[in-house]
């Protein structure tokens, strides 16, 4: 269990810092191996095949920037992941979308690194592991900043119209067409999201980084599908989230007392 503890120990040590350093200090990172094992046997030879990966995700942002992605986790060391290209010439599987995960990453001025959609097809059946951890703990934002997305696997088995999530399975057996997606977590985001300047809203939207509705619900920011900021809007949602947040440090200094 070392492993997989000592990710979120490592970030739990970071937040009690924060409070006496918190120029230096990252929120927390996606901190989970995401750990995967495809194998099965080659029909025509009969030898037996298996391939294992981790997964990239974002990291907390920063006390002067955003949150890097995407990366292994803080006790990865030098792991690497598998190149699509030798997945698909080794391994009866196909590589159909490796994209950022919009939405993914933790709101703040500052904001989280952003995880991964990766998504494979079974070209035969052939069976998966995984295990996804921290799924019930969003990698946490700090000074107002908002937590990531947690990591998961979406399996739609051919014949389905709507897939099955996953956090951990042993064994599964995915049927020839089936396609496996793994969602990477993102980081936490730092500083009031109803503080990040505009233009870096409007040019995360525009990189896919932050979908329009994201920019709305996450940092009061209402775009048009020209990405044009409708200003009078973008104040009243703005000034709501600020209320919201101070209403919410309120209830919280009345549960201290």
């Known amino acids: 269990q070392w492993n ?15 409070q006496a350093m918190p120029e230096r200090i990252p929120a927390a990172h996606h ?15 009969g030898y ?23 990366l292994k986790t803080v006790t990865h060391g030098d792991t690497r992941s598998i190149p699509c290209e030798v997945e698909e010439t080794f391994f009866p599987m196909r590589v159909e979308r490796y994209v950022w995960r919009a939405d993914s990453a933790g709101p703040g001025t500052f904001r989280g690194g952003l995880g991964l959609s990766k998504v494979y097809r079974a070209l035969q059946d052939i ?18 900043g908002g937590p990531a997305q947690v990591g998961y696997v979406l ?3 051919p014949g389905e119209n709507k897939p099955t999530r996953y956090h951990k399975v042993t064994a599964l ?15 936490g985001g730092r500083g009031p999201a109803y ?11 525009l990189h896919g980084y932050v979908t329009l509705e994201g920019a709305r619900r996450d ?21 709501k989230l600020a209320q919201s947040a101070l209403h919410a440090k309120q209830a919280v200094k009345e549960l201290q007392a």
């Open 4 to 18: 997989m503890t000592i990710k979120t120990v490592i970030d739990t040590v970071y937040l009690a810092m924060s």
């Open 31 to 45: 901190s989970t191996n995401g750990l995967y094992i495809f194998f099965g046997k080659d029909p025509k030879t």
């Open 48 to 70: 037996r095949f298996s391939t294992i990966d981790t997964v990239l995700g974002g990291w907390g942002a920063r006390p002067d920037g955003d949150g890097f992605s995407p």
């Open 127 to 144: 069976e998966l592991i995984c295990a996804f951890e921290r799924t019930k703990c969003p990698p946490w934002g700090l000074f107002g």
């Open 155 to 157: 399996v739609t088995q």
């Open 173 to 187: 057996v995915l049927k020839e067409g089936a396609t496996v997606e793994f969602l990477s977590a993102g980081g």
């Open 195 to 205: 503080e990040r300047e505009v233009s870096r809203v409007v040019e995360d939207v």
């Open 219 to 239: 940092y009061g920011v209402a775009l048009d599908a020209d990405l044009t900021v409708m200003l009078n809007e973008t104040h009243a949602l703005r000034a």
